[in-house]
């Protein structure tokens, strides 16, 4: 039997989802943001939380 095809698994896998909601103006600075630093709004809120809880 041949191994299996596909990604190898994570150690850490992004696999939980929360929402927020955000007024117009925090979303456009956000956005801007990540397209001023190439990131995805969701790689920003976690920078964000790590910030928050004093971790790299």
């Known amino acids: 039997m041949s191994k299996k ?3 190898p698994k994570k150690d850490n896998p ?3 989802r ?3 909601r955000l007024d117009a ?3 456009k600075q956000l956005t801007e943001y990540c397209i ?3 990131i ?3 790689e920003a809120v976690r920078m964000g939380v790590h910030l ?3 971790k790299k």
Do not use: F, W, Y
């Open 5 to 7: 095809m596909g990604r």
């Open 18 to 20: 929360t929402t927020v």
């Open 36 to 38: 001023k630093n190439n």
């Open 40 to 42: 995805t709004k969701g």
């Open 52 to 54: 928050l809880l004093g």
């Open 14 to 16: 992004i696999n939980i």
């Open 25 to 27: 103006e925090t979303d």
